[in-house]
T-cell receptor
Framework: TQLLEQSPQFLSIQEGENLTVYCNSSSVFSSLQWYRQEPGEGPVLLVT?????EVKKLKRLTFQFGDARKDSSLHITAAQPGDTGLYLCAGGFPGGSYIPTFGRGTSLIVHP | KAGVTQTPRYLIKTRGQQVTLSCSPI?????VSWYQQTPGQGLQFLFEYFSETQRNKGNFPGRFSGRQFSNSRSEMNVSTLELGDSALYLC????????????????FGQGTRLTVV
């Protein structure tokens, strides 16, 4: 079974701080997605990365895919209360099914 | 274009009853997956349907079943409900038209919050 480990599990910070969350696997991803989920809602796709070393930016969010395509990070600059939510990474693996494997998520709370 | 629609949003059932949840995928998407989400277990994969056929199945008991219609809409059924079935049930649609990054991009509905009492 291919597993995705996300860290930290919980994060509570003040508005304006920076933070980084991580997603790691012992296997190589064919592609990796990051989602954000707000309480009581479904996850919303933020970004997909496919190339080792790839960096994508979405306003204050920076996503990086590891060179070996086994890990990824999400960095948020100057966090805002609207960034509060559960951040999930999900990956596809070569030769696997079309079903993404999800990590357990990082629960982020940004206090005003 | 319209997103993934799940109905109903909220449901309260008693133990032993059965329930049917509905999911309408994004137009053009042929794959529909169902997930159960609980605080303790996170997102757990139930099953996936593609072109009216169950293509993948997670590790859930036979009380959980589903089907997909010719218009790609999908239903999920849970029989003989147990208290532990209380969860947010999420449906995700994907294109999965072949190789490439669209393989595993999933677009989720808002979910159905099921409470079993």
């Amino acid at each position: 079974t291919q597993l995705l480990e996300q860290s930290p599990q919980f994060l509570s910070i003040q508005e304006g701080e920076n933070l980084t969350v991580y997603c790691n696997s012992s296997s190589v991803f064919s592609s990796l997605q990051w989602y954000r989920q707000e309480p009581g809602e479904g996850p919303v796709l933020l970004v997909t990365v496919v190339t080792g070393g790839e960096v994508k930016k979405l306003k204050r969010l920076t996503f990086q895919f590891g060179d070996a395509r086994k890990d990824s990070s999400l960095h948020i600059t100057a966090a805002q209360p609207g960034d509060t939510g559960l951040y999930l990474c999900a990956g596809g693996f070569p030769g696997g099914s079309y079903i993404p494997t999800f990590g357990r998520g990082t629960s982020l709370i940004v206090h005003p | 274009k319209a997103g993934v629609t799940q109905t109903p949003r909220y449901l309260i059932k008693t133990r032993g009853q059965q329930v049917t949840l509905s999911c309408s995928p994004i137009s053009g998407h042929r794959s529909v997956s169902w997930y159960q989400q609980t605080p303790g277990q996170g997102l757990q994969f139930l099953f996936e349907y593609f072109s009216e056929t169950q293509r993948n199945k997670g590790n859930f008991p036979g009380r959980f079943s589903g089907r997909q219609f010719s218009n790609s809409r999908s239903e999920m059924n849970v029989s003989t409900l147990e208290l532990g079935d209380s969860a947010l049930y999420l449906c995700a649609s994907s294109f999965t038209g072949g190789t490439g990054l669209s393989n595993t991009e999933a677009f989720f509905g808002q979910g159905t919050r099921l409470t079993v009492v």
